[in-house]
């Protein structure tokens, strides 16, 4: 049974590695809709809906940080979660599944891959898997508005779903987003560099100007900024297709280098060497 790297991606999200790594982590949020929030703290970026039928969340990050995420839910809406939804499977969006789960019965909804690829790890705990899983999509009607969930294959993992609430007008296109930093393609979980650019792509022709976005990382984005985002991932990988067409090793690219342009774009753990040996 082949094991996920799930603690390996924890660490490397720009966490120190200390053991108490998670002691001094806040869970922050900003409201984008009504009764929509972002939520923010160690990992990827979630999304809370809150109403008349419950709350609804979009990833739930490690599970160190489960009890003060559940907090800070019962804070702003005095509810327990009652659906999650994966975007996919890496342990920064799924880590308080079992907590979830276990202490508020929550009901958790992926990908099938991303049951899958869960399901093969042993350090994941059974009762912290997707309950429900689909194929293509499916959609929730919940606290007043359509809640589409879609699979777009071979972006970031094999099992990436983005969420876009209609009536609000706000996507939450997990890590198919890495907002204002290069993006980490999972290459070795079914991700590639033209499937993710295809999926921006077809998210893009799909919101519109005022759609308020939460990136799977990142702060909270427009349209515009999405736009960025694929520009730049356009350009950079036609650089290095042009080193590479010219005969160039990686290493001489990593050497050359970007353009100057793209260096406010490296971070921790994806810097402008990592980001042009997944282009490569």
Do not use: C
Not at 159 to 178: E, Q, R, T
Not at 242 to 268: A, I, N, P
């Amino acid at each position: 049974m082949r094991k996920l790297l799930i603690s390996g991606l924890m660490a490397a999200f720009a966490l120190p590695a200390a053991a108490d790594r998670f002691e001094d982590v806040t869970i922050e949020h900003n409201e984008v809709a009504d009764n929509i929030y972002m939520l923010t703290g160690a990992g990827g970026n979630m999304l809370m809906s809150s109403g008349d039928d419950g709350v609804f969340l979009v990833d739930d990050q490690y599970t160190q940080v489960a009890e003060r995420i559940a907090e800070k839910i019962q804070e702003l809406s005095g509810e327990e979660v009652h659906y999650i939804l994966n975007t996919h499977f890496h342990g920064d969006h799924v880590g308080s599944n079992m907590w979830f789960a276990n202490n508020q019965s929550s009901t958790i909804f992926a990908h099938d891959h991303v049951r899958e690829r869960l399901s093969n790890d042993d350090s994941f705990n059974e009762t912290g898997l997707p309950a429900v899983t689909f194929d293509s999509g499916i959609t929730f009607h919940f606290n007043d508005d359509t809640i589409y969930v879609f699979h777009l294959p071979a972006g970031h993992t094999d099992g990436d779903s983005a969420v876009w609430f209609k009536d609000a007008n706000v996507l939450h296109p997990g890590d198919l987003f890495f907002n204002e930093r290069f993006p980490f393609i999972d290459l070795k979980s079914g991700g590639d560099v033209d499937g993710y650019i295809a999926n921006v792509e077809n998210l893009l022709d799909r919101i519109t100007d005022d759609t308020v976005i939460i990136p799977g990382h990142g702060p909270l984005a427009s349209k515009e900024d999405y736009r960025a985002f694929l520009a730049m991932m356009k350009e950079t990988k036609a650089e290095v297709d042009t080193m590479k067409q010219q005969g160039m090793t990686l290493d001489e690219v990593k050497t050359k280098g970007l353009s100057d342009k793209w260096k406010d774009w490296s971070w921790s753990f994806i810097n402008e060497e990592r980001w042009i040996t997944t282009l490569y």
